[in-house]
């Protein structure tokens, strides 16, 4: 236990200093340096978040099965890692040259959501942690959308800070997923004022979503995008940014999610859950390296399930 201590609180240090030293760095640094520092820091994550190698490994065989090759889970997991840090240095560099983001982002296709603007209820934007979806929301900021993000607060409190500092540089609001009455409260006004809504759908939910079938097994979800459409008459709309080969980065939007309803409330949420859910595995399926397999998506199950 003490060891367990220890180690956490080690690494909540070492992450602390690779945040606060990259956001110092990054002011004074090119954009080809960017990406040389940052494959540095990939490897050094991956060092540091070696349990985490464990649980993307069998979160990929899990998703994938025998269709993918160890070789291959080894590949997107490193991938994986290389991809975060990249975008963590995209997002520093970003904020303070806006230039930047409009050199190596493209809006592929913007009609969409503009339409979906046009009712005056705001939209809800819903995507999974994938590419560099924070600079999803820088682009569309500096494009003259106004745009809010629901988050989860990080553990260390000063990380926390500092990254919605550097949203808030950019005029991207923040909405802090906890206390829950709060986020839906303050997410209902952003919607109200006809704000860009994102929601990452795609982590796990504890016994507090639905669950929904995701790569074939249950995995739990939360219901909030939904729920807020019903409430407020909100388009909800599918949107990924996808990164390049050249590390340039195309946003995607999909057409707007059409509602169906259930048997009751339950059905009627959990059936256009699983609707959005099925987008972002066609996705991550796609790009698999792109998305965040550290994470437990498929920790929670369902009540009666060993």
Request: aromatic share 10%; hydrophobic share 45%.
């Amino acid at each position: 236990m003490l060891l367990t201590k220890i180690r956490k609180f080690i690494t909540f240090v070492l992450v602390r200093f690779i945040v606060e030293f990259s956001s110092l760095i990054i002011k004074f640094i090119n954009k080809r340096q960017i990406y040389v520092l940052s494959g540095f820091m990939g490897h050094l994550l991956s060092w540091i978040f070696f349990k985490h190698q464990k649980v993307a490994r069998a979160g990929l065989e899990n998703a994938f099965g025998e269709d993918l090759s160890l070789p291959g889970r080894k590949w997107i997991v490193r991938e994986c890692f290389m991809s975060m840090a990249k975008s963590a240095g995209e997002l520093f560099y970003a904020v303070h040259r806006p230039d930047f983001v409009r050199s190596i982002v493209r809006i592929r296709n913007p009609e969409i959501l503009d339409r979906a603007l046009k009712a005056g209820k705001g939209v809800i934007l819903v995507s999974a942690h994938f590419g560099n979806f924070p600079l999803m929301m820088v682009k569309l900021s500096l494009e003259g959308y106004k745009t809010a993000v629901i988050m989860r607060p990080f553990k260390e409190g000063r990380v926390e800070e500092i990254f919605e500092a550097e949203r808030a540089r950019i005029d991207v609001k923040t909405i802090l997923s906890i206390p829950r009455r709060a986020c839906v409260e303050e997410a209902i006004r952003s919607l109200r004022a006809n704000r860009a809504l994102l929601i990452p759908l795609d982590q796990n939910f504890g016994t507090s979503g639905v669950f929904v079938d995701f790569f074939g097994t249950k995995a739990a979800t939360a219901t909030g995008p939904v729920v807020l459409a019903q409430r407020t008459g909100a388009a909800i709309v599918p949107c990924f940014i996808v990164r390049g080969k050249d590390d340039t980065h195309d946003i995607f939007f999909e057409p707007p999610i059409k509602l169906e309803n259930g048997k009751d409330e339950l059905e009627t949420i959990t059936r256009n859950i699983q609707k959005i859910t099925d987008i972002i595995e066609l996705y991550i399926r796609k790009y698999p390296s792109q998305w965040s397999w550290i994470h437990r998506r498929w920790k929670a199950r369902p009540r009666g399930e060993n």
